[in-house]
DNA sequence: CCAAAAGTGTTTCACTTACACCCATGA
DNA sequence: TCATGGGTGTAAGTGAAACACTTTTGG
């Protein structure tokens, strides 16, 4: 192995793709860059990795740092590292993706300098770099994770409708389910805990909300217990 | 966005993972260092990223280089970057698995300069850093991955018998699997080709070899096909 | 009373699981 | 002829999929 001084070293960067769910859409946070290249363009949240912190760390940092995203799911994603992904020099990134309550984060977006907003994730502008990938990448990779891991309720608010969390599966998975079949199967786990409140301000009649119980999640988890679909 | 050059750069380098399948029994390769830290220890192959090449070029030269394995299933596994990870300085590693044909690289191991040998996954020696952790990440990720794409036929010979691919499956997901459902499974797919061909040199009766039809699942992959267990 | 969504069971079909014996071959 | 693994089918059970109407509420 080679002394790692006897080179010169590509810069090592960390990128975030912020999901999160409202109405039914599946939006991801941009922030508008300030910078050159690309500067106005809009691009994910990111920067470099300090000597002395972890990936993770930094990913948390930035996230803080540029869109006051404090307490998310987050997972590292990929580290893309094509030579010219970056036109001025060499940058690696470590891509995480995070999935964020919208109820506690609306209000973010425009707050720091930065001039940060969410995007349906079908309808998303040009972004910088690479940034289009990793997205996809991101989209992809919470695709197959929402079957069988239930970090669908990371996208929710604590209380939720059936109907909401059947909205979002079949956003995220962009099919449609059953009802019935949906709330039997979901019901059938004994993973949600049915409060006695009801959704508020519908012209309609109120649905009953849930919450998911995580506790108990994590402990059948440990005995071998699968969440599927 | 800061710029890059205000801070100093960690080290990046790539490792891998290389699995082998032989009689039953899963395998890892790994190389004995000859430089500090961990002299003389057992390692993952791998190295520093050069300035002008993409990660995925850094393993594959990597695994050129240090062990002769050139023709392999390669993917990216997930980046280890804790500051203490290297007792010198801090690197970071973009960690990838790679699954090859023992019955093309069995002569390999010693070749190079460096040693290199191959070791159950059942009992592997004391192994330098934090490789033993990357091991058991790839580990798990190779049992993720088996269950629902055909990459277990990267591990082994073009031609194979039923009860080799069935062990093949046992031994990965560290399980038992009936024979006759395997079987009924597994050519229900319609993705094997029974040649003409047996089994040689068996001191029983010789079993049928098949190969996989890779470019039939490919095709059945796009049109929304999935391979499952 | 109308519009809108909530809530609820049953049947059918496909797939998974469990299970045991005879066959072919080489030593 | 014996030891070793190769090769084969069926029945029962479980889970997925299809499917439509009544209830509640607010406007």
Redesign the interface.
């Known amino acids: ?2 002394h ?2 006897e ?7 960390v990128d975030c793709v912020v999901f999160g769910f409202d109405e039914g859409d599946l939006k991801v946070l941009l922030i508008q ?1 300030d ?1 050159e290249p690309f500067a106005g363009k809009w691009a994910l949240p ?11 760390q930094a990913a948390l940092r930035e996230l803080k740092e540029e869109t006051g995203v404090g307490k998310v799911y987050l997972e ?1 994603l ?2 893309f ?3 010219k992904r970056d036109p001025r ?4 990134t ?1 891509a995480y993706y995070a999935l964020v309550k919208l109820s506690d984060h609306r209000i973010k977006g425009a707050t720091d300098a930065r001039d940060a907003a969410w995007f349906s994730i079908s309808d998303l502008p040009r972004v910088a770099f690479d940034h289009e990938g990793i997205i996809e990448t991101a989209l992809r990779r919470l695709q197959g994770k929402v079957r069988y891991e239930p970090v669908g309720f990371e996208l929710l608010p604590p209380k939720f409708t059936l109907t909401q969390l059947q909205h979002l599966y079949e956003t995220i998975l962009e099919t449609t389910l059953d009802k019935r079949n949906f709330r039997k199967k979901i019901l059938g786990m004994n993973l949600l805990i049915e409060t006695d409140e009801i959704e508020q301000d519908v012209a309609h009649r109120a649905a009953r909300l849930y919450r998911f119980h995580e506790a108990k999640y994590r402990r059948l988890e440990k005995e071998g217990f699968n969440f599927e679909l």
Do not use: C, H, N
């Open positions: 192995m080679a790692s001084y080179y010169p070293r590509p810069a090592l960067a860059r910078l990111g920067g470099f990795v300090r000597i002395e912190e972890s990936l993770d590292q990929y580290t590292g094509e030579p020099e060499r940058v690696v470590a």
